[in-house]
């Protein structure tokens, strides 16, 4: 089966991090798209495919998302465009 196809649900996303210590809220990561890889805290967004670790636990799931990814359309869909023009604008290694 298509791993990436099956992480299109919410649940399945949440579910994937059953066996992870994770520094941020797995439903927070779930709700942005993402799941667990199960290698430490690398996780991949089911959309875009887009993959972050080395998570600090103070960083919100959608931003960092926003950040790295600003094309992916789950999180356009989401989020909307002016959410991720302004973390775009945000971020000072830009
Ligand atoms: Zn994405």
Redesign the pocket.
């Known amino acids: 089966a298509n791993v990436r196809a099956q992480m299109g649900s919410y649940e399945e996303r949440l579910a994937s991090f059953a066996a992870v210590q994770h520094p941020i809220d797995p439903e927070r990561l779930a709700r942005a798209?993402f799941y667990s890889t199960g290698a430490r805290d690398m996780v991949l967004?089911f959309?875009?495919d887009?993959g972050l670790k080395g998570w600090q636990p103070e960083e919100d799931p959608w931003e960092e998302?926003a950040k790295h990814?600003p094309g992916?359309s789950?999180?356009l869909a989401e989020k909307g465009q002016e959410f991720v023009n302004n973390i775009q604008l945000q971020d000072p290694r830009r």
Request: glycine content about 20%.
């Open positions: 798209g967004c959309r875009c887009g998302h990814y992916c789950f999180l």
